[in-house]
């Protein structure tokens, strides 16, 4: 059993930062990549940032330069400081894992429960 534990969401002004964190907890055998994805009312769920590994990590082309993901390979938990927050970047935030419980098992998702970010002035 594999969970994900968000925190980080909240209500913040224009222009300002938040930062979200993600913890994967329960049986893991390896990280295909963890990354964040949000949706916001009447939208369909999209793909903010990805880390598969430091080299190649991937943002959704309007948050770049303003949104950083980062992991901490040992303790299980991947991190999106969000700057210069707009407006449009008002929605729930899902962290997302791509991972194996075991040797020789298959990839499988686990996506934590969702926090909402706010922005308002």
């Known amino acids: 059993q594999v969970q994900l534990g968000e925190s980080g969401g909240g209500l913040v002004q224009p222009g300002g930062s938040l930062r979200l964190s993600c913890a994967a907890s329960?049986?893991?055998?390896?990280?295909?990549?963890m990354g964040w994805y949000r949706q916001a009312p009447g939208k369909e769920r999209e793909l903010v940032a990805v880390?598969?590994?430091?080299?190649?990590?991937r943002y959704l082309e309007s948050v770049k330069g303003r949104f950083l993901i980062s992991r901490d390979i040992a303790k299980n938990t991947v991190f999106l400081d969000k700057n210069s927050l707009k407006h449009e970047d008002q929605a729930t935030y899902h962290c997302?894992?791509?991972?194996?419980?075991?040797?020789?098992?298959?990839?499988?998702?686990?996506w934590g429960q969702g926090t909402l970010v706010s922005v308002s002035s």
């Open positions: 880390m598969p590994g430091r080299e190649n990590t």
């Open positions: 997302n894992a791509h991972l194996r419980v075991g040797p020789g098992t298959g990839l499988s998702d686990y």
């Open positions: 329960g049986t893991i055998f390896s990280f295909n990549h």
